[in-house]
Each structure stands twice: as C-alpha cells, then as structure tokens.
C-alpha cells in the first residue's frame, strides 16, 4: 500500500461499525524496558523487553442515537464489558495483507464525554487489551 | 450450534451488515444482549424454508 490519507478507515467496537463517528485512530504496543545491566567495561546499560501494553485510542464524535457511540460505548465502560474492537485503513476492502485488520478483545476504563459550545462534539476513548491474545494485525477477513 | 436470525436494526451496521438487512448468526450470549440493549439488532424469525426438495 503506497502512502494514504486517512480516509476510509473502519472502526468496529462491539461488531458495530463506528467508522462514520470515529476521525482518529491511533494504536499502541509498548514493550516494558528492563534494565538487565552488569557491570561492564564501557558502562553500557543492556536492556530486555519486557511486558506488553497495548491501546486503541479512537476519537469519536459525541453521538446519543440508537446504536451509536454513546449507546455503543457506555454500557461497555459501565459493566466492564469486554468487546471485539476492530480497525483496518480501508473499509471498502476486506483484510488482507496490504490492508491489515488490528483486531483483539479491549476493555474501556474511562468514559469521558463531554461538550463545549460551538464547538464539534468529540471526545476520546482508549481502549486496553483484556486477554493473552492482545491487539494483533490479521491479514485474513473474518469468516 | 444456535444459529439465530436477526435484523440490523440501528443506524449502523453491525458485523458487517447494513442497516435493514437480515443475518444468521450464532452470537455470543453476551454480544447479543448488548447488542439488542443499544438497539442494533432484534432476533427476527426464521425464514420460511423452502421444502419443496421433491
């Protein structure tokens, strides 16, 4: 896939397809830094990669209709729910290889809508990994 | 395996399915309750089958 403009990118939380009220996506997959260091002649630190956190953070305009973001999202925050989250770079095509699906089971710890007059109503939502499996990029579609 | 039959009926589309549109589906306890909550789907019944298999 040659350099894009985001533009059609899909994002499904809890098999909805939210791609309409999402303008940003961003993931995240850090692995923890350990400091393994001996003493040494140059005094150089050695480092192993540790644990693994990984995020979702989506921007979502603030929706309050039937089965949109509001009605998506809040329940899941409120009861701990843990969802199917999915996000791939182009929506008209399915996963492939050049198109790669992140897809795992997330949690959403805090829920922050809010609103400023005049302006657009967005707000964002981070979503953390809740299983061994984590946030994995599939090149296959779904069956 | 409990196939069920459902309806999108939110306004968007649910598991790759657009609104309006009917699907079989052997959802997950949880994901369907959800799912029904906020309003993106309702169990339909089944279509009629077509038995005329003489």
Known sequence: MPKRIALKDSVEVDSVDLSDFARS?????EHDQVDVSGFNPTGSNEFLAGQT???VTVEFFG???TGEVHATLYPIHKDREVVPLAWRP???TPASATNPELRGNVQLLQYGPGGTRGEVDTFEATFIT???AGLVFETTPLP | MAVTTYKVTGPTPFQGHKPGETFD????E???RRAIARGSIKKTPKKKEDDSDA
């Open chain 2, 25 to 28: 589906a052997d959802l997950d």
């Open chain 1, 130 to 132: 809740a299983d061994a």
């Open chain 1, 25 to 29: 996506v961003r993931f995240t997959s």
């Open chain 1, 63 to 65: 929706s309050y209709g």
């Open chain 1, 53 to 55: 956190t990984q995020s």
């Open chain 2, 30 to 32: 949880n994901a369907e």
């Open chain 1, 90 to 92: 182009d929506q008209t």
